[in-house]
T-cell receptor, first 114, second 113 residues
Framework: DGGITQSPKYLFRKEGQNVTLSCEQNLNHDAMYWYRQDPGQGLRLIYYSQIVNDFQKGDIAEGYSVSREKKESFPLTVTSAQKNPTAFYLC?????????????FGEGSRLTVL | DAKTTQPNSMESNEEEPVHLPCNHSTISGTDYIHWYRQLPSQGPEYVIHGLTSNVNNRMASLAIAEDRKSSTLILHRATLRDAAVYYCILRDVMHNQGGKLIFGQGTELSVKP
């Protein structure tokens, strides 16, 4: 089945450690996005990529890094510089910049810093 | 980015219609109106979107005001599975790089049996 796969579903990290969240899609979509969600809040955009080897900062990019070496993959690294990394992280994709249709979301990765 | 305003919460009875309102008074001509819903601990799910005309799909209907400053998501017969947070979002793929979605707080819909 086509869709977006995020892993791991749950992740625990000690303070000061970097952690990488995986996001893979087999929808042949050009655009991919990373969002962060805190309890009781809406989603906030971290990074997005419209095409391979290109990405832009979203509203809360500090303390995060991404890469887009393959169309199918858009991993997110939460670095030790992120002051409050405990959150629910969601990856999404869409057909492309000019597409007006839907974004497809993964099931999310819940990161807890101990 | 243009903003949307939604009520924090709404209640409905099972098998009754639900009308979820959204105000977007600063909408631009190239903004598409999108609705997503999110169940607890899951990623958001696309519901419907439109530009000017009313839209229908298997999940819901979207009624857009003539001046486009407001819209209403209509669930024709609410079920317990429709209990979720509903987000009304404006998406501008012409001027908003990447066509990103800007999420607000959404409306938490509860459905009573």
């Amino acid at each position: 089945d086509g869709g977006i796969t995020q892993s791991p579903k749950y992740l625990f990290r000690k303070e000061g450690q970097n952690v990488t969240l995986s996001c893979e899609q087999n929808l042949n979509h050009d655009a991919m996005y990373w969002y962060r969600q805190d309890p009781g809040q809406g989603l906030r955009l971290i990074y997005y990529s419209q095409i391979v080897n290109d990405f832009q900062k979203g509203d809360i990019a500090e303390g995060y890094s991404v890469s887009r070496e393959k169309k199918e993959s858009f991993p997110l690294t939460v670095t030790s510089a992120q002051k409050n990394p405990t959150a629910f992280y969601l990856c999404a994709s869409s057909a492309g910049r000019a597409d007006t249709g839907e974004l497809f979301f993964g099931e999310g990765s819940r990161l807890t810093v101990l | 980015d243009a903003k949307t305003t939604q009520p924090n919460s709404m209640e409905s009875n099972e098998e009754e219609p639900v009308h979820l309102p959204c105000n977007h008074s600063t909408i631009s001509g190239t903004d598409y109106i999108h609705w997503y819903r999110q169940l607890p601990s899951q990623g958001p799910e696309y519901v419907i979107h439109g530009l000017t005309s009313n839209v229908n799909n298997r999940m819901a209907s979207l009624a857009i005001a003539e001046d486009r400053k407001s819209s209403t998501l209509i669930l024709h017969r609410a079920t317990l599975r429709d209990a979720a947070v509903y987000y009304c979002i404006l998406r501008d793929v012409m001027h908003n790089q990447g066509g990103k979605l800007i999420f607000g707080q959404g409306t938490e819909l509860s459905v009573k049996p």
